[in-house]
């Protein structure tokens, strides 16, 4: 099963790590260490699609890859 990507990065004007989900729209988490910021997306992860299901919005199929991994 494919699941969807998650980008992790420093933001110095954050002062902290972001962890954001590109295929949920708005999907987003702050975290003072890496593995905060990512627990934290995976909790915003389960409530954005709860509440799509909960609401009857569409629930985007996991797509988003890096650069890295699209082959030309």
Known sequence: MKDYHINLFYS???DGY???IPDLRHCSAFGSTPEDALREVLK???AWLEA???HGKPIPEPRYRPVIYQVA
Do not use: P
Request: zero cysteines; hydrophobic letters at 40%; glycine letters at 0%.
């Open 12 to 14: 110095d004007e954050d």
């Open 18 to 20: 972001i962890a954001d």
């Open 44 to 46: 915003a992860k389960k």
């Open 52 to 54: 799509a299901l909960e």
